[in-house]
């Protein structure tokens, strides 16, 4: 059995989120990540863009044959793309994929959609875990789109694959989102 191996930058890289046991610690260049508003979604949808000048941290994990279907379908919002310009200590060369949403992809939403904390929760435990509170810092600083709001669903999470955070956690993020200024929190109705 083959494995294609894809990177994750968001939710992916924790590893409560999925059953990938072959999983690296991985670096991607040329690209960033950035909060995509798009018509019909209830939340802004985190995503990476083509830069040159940027480096994103993140995992890379094989995904066995028998299970692609099930990541092309938690990843139907976005496209799928071959990568060669991946960091990573794995003993061999593997075919590196990643999902992302290109402006032409999806319409977009005629104003921002809020980030949802019960989304960014996840990712943030996947930072630490990974890379310490260091990585949690660098994720912050290499994803655009935080003049966004935000939406407390902590209490009744959207997000499916949602893990309720510690406190640790919990003022990780309310930290860095009231460092970079980020858009007023709305609470759910």
Known sequence: MTHMYVFGYGSLVNRQTHGYRDAWKARI?????????????????????????????????????????????????????????????????????????????????????????????????????????????RFFETTDGWDAPVLNDRDAPIYRRHRQPGAMERGLVDDHLSALGAGQEMHRP
């Open 29 to 137: 260049a040329g690209w960033r990540r950035a909060w995509r508003h798009l018509e019909g979604r209830a939340a802004a949808l985190l995503t990476v863009i083509e830069d040159r000048q940027s480096r994103i941290d993140g995992l890379i994990a094989a995904v066995p044959e028998a299970e692609r279907a099930a990541l092309d379908l938690r990843e139907q919002n976005y496209l799928k793309a071959r990568v060669d310009n991946v960091e990573h200590n794995l003993p061999r060369n593997p075919e590196v994929h990643i999902y992302h949403a290109p402006d032409w992809m999806h319409r977009p939403a005629r104003s921002m959609t809020p980030i949802a904390l019960s989304y960014l929760d996840v990712v943030v435990q996947g930072y630490l875990a990974e890379f310490g509170e260091a990585g949690v810092t």
